[in-house]
């Protein structure tokens, strides 16, 4: 079991670029959550994707928009980037109907936006 | 809103000994569930322990025991014979589910733990 993978693991871009970033959630997983961590901050929920559909979102802007996969994947589009946006950005697989809604999480995708 | 209190920033605790990390949380929900998760270095966020708020019994996995307190909104994380391998971030999060609704979650900020040899 490959578990939660994400990509790129680093990414540097320039401010008003756009970038997309990629998650495979965990086999068996059929929800993907995505989290914005902030150098020394815990993780912020940005929005959460089941059946191909935003379920619910936090308190991100518009510029932050996503998509899941037929096959469960999914990924986070951030346009306009600013400066502020530099984080790590987390993705979380869980089932659905699983074992008390457990999260297990990626790596992390590191972006640095100039 | 619920919103996910770790009030102690650092902690350091040499091998071998024992620490215990603090969380609390205000909610008024009756039915939720705690995590504590880790993020080591490497940065991989790993699930340490759960506890359902249902269930009175302590959770325990191995080393890593908590102290749920439900009245007192208190989940607190002991770690017993500390090893090297323990230093990371250790986060608190809450996960509720409205009827009817979606997984809700909030996470602490987090205590940076240093095992000292």
């Known amino acids: 079991d490959a578990g939660v993978t994400q990509s790129p693991t680093h990414l540097i871009k320039t401010r008003g670029q756009q970038v997309t970033l990629r998650c495979s959630p965990k086999s068996g997983h059929d929800t993907v959550s995505w989290y914005q961590q902030a150098l020394g901050q815990g993780p912020q929920f940005i929005f959460q994707y089941y059946e191909e559909e935003e379920r619910q979102r936090g308190n991100f802007p518009d510029r932050f928009s996503g998509h899941q996969f037929p096959n469960y994947s999914s990924e986070l589009n951030v346009n306009a980037l600013l400066l502020g946006d530099s984080a790590l950005y987390l993705c979380?697989?869980?089932?659905?109907?699983?074992?008390?809604?457990?999260?297990?999480f990626g790596p992390g995708t590191r972006l640095t936006v100039l | 809103a619920q919103t996910v209190t770790q009030s102690q920033p650092e902690m350091s605790v040499q091998e071998a000994e024992t620490v215990t990390l603090s969380c609390t949380y205000d909610t008024s929900e009756s039915n939720y569930y705690l995590f504590w998760y880790k993020q080591p270095p490497s940065r991989q966020m790993i699930l340490v322990i759960r506890q359902e708020a249902y269930k009175q019994q302590n959770a325990t996995e191995n080393r890593f025991s908590v102290n749920f307190q439900k009245a007192a909104k208190s989940f607190s994380l002991k770690i017993s014979d500390s090893q090297l391998g323990d230093t990371a971030m250790y986060f608190c999060a809450f996960i509720w589910v409205p009827s009817g609704g979606y997984q809700k979650v909030t996470f602490g900020i987090g205590t940076k733990l240093q095992v000292i040899p």
């Open positions: 979380a697989s869980s089932s659905w109907r699983g074992l008390a809604h457990e999260q297990f």
